[in-house]
């Protein structure tokens, strides 16, 4: 079956560093997704990784490794507005169109 | 910056009536998609769209449910005879190409659908 797992909430300080992980079991795999869901509001893209490695862009990085089925968030320099449900998506077909399997998100509380 | 848009924001309806849910793509983008998520709960693929036809759908997606692009513009989901259990927020979903990173998929801000 498809499965994606992730921590249900975490808490951290303002100013901190924190890493939401993500793992995985899909049928197939063409690429992983985090996107960052404040309450009520649609998904919003952050990262996107298809090869093993470290991808950075600002105060976010996100990080696959494809042989454990494993990818993290990083999130630096954390702030109030940071505080949101931050889903994990795996792609897992290379079909056109391919649907993306989400995980329940990780629900971060950023705390002054 | 482009965005995909929804409408309406909110809609309550009885029962076994009829909803249509509209969304309109961004411009360029060539694949779309809908998605649902039941409150506290993961966000579910319901089916993709692509050169005119459905390239995929998953089970929730049954014969009620249908899908449109009846312009250039414009991209429905259709339910037929809405159920109890299709209170959900439904999400419009387009991606520019189905290679690299064209196959990022952007999310317009959802319908919030209530059937009493």
């Known amino acids: ?112 | 910056e482009p965005e995909v848009t929804q409408t309406p924001s909110h809609q309550v309806t009885q029962m076994g009536q009829e909803v249509i849910l509209r969304c309109v793509p961004i411009s360029n983008h060539l694949y779309f998609y809908w998605y649902r998520q039941i409150l506290g709960q993961k966000v579910e693929f319901l089916v993709s769209f692509y050169n005119n036809e459905i390239s995929e759908k998953s089970e929730i997606f049954d014969d009620q449910f249908s899908v449109e692009r009846p312009d250039g513009s414009n991209f429905t989901l259709k339910i037929r005879s809405t159920k109890l259990e299709d209170s959900a927020m439904y999400f419009c979903a387009s991606s520019q190409t189905g290679t690299g990173m064209g196959k990022t998929q952007y999310f317009g801000p959802g319908t919030r659908l209530l059937v009493l």
């Not at chain 1, 560093?17 to 869901?37: A, E």
């Not at chain 1, 404040?38 to 952050?46: D, R, S, V, Y």
């Not at chain 1, 600002?58 to 889903?87: H, P």
């Open chain 1, 1 to 112: 079956g498809q499965n994606i797992d992730q921590p249900t909430e975490m808490t951290a300080t303002e100013g901190a560093i924190v890493q939401i992980n993500c793992t995985y079991q899909t049928s197939g795999f063409n690429g992983l997704f985090w996107y960052q869901q404040h309450a009520g509001e649609a998904p919003t893209f952050l990262s996107y990784n298809v090869l093993d490695g470290l991808e950075e862009k600002g105060r976010f990085s996100s990080f696959l490794s494809r042989s454990k089925g494993y990818s993290y968030l990083l999130l630096k320099e954390l702030q109030m507005k940071d505080s949101a449900s931050y889903l994990c998506a795996v792609r897992d077909q290379y079909n056109q169109g391919g649907k993306l399997i989400f995980g329940q998100g990780t629900e971060l509380s950023v705390k002054p």
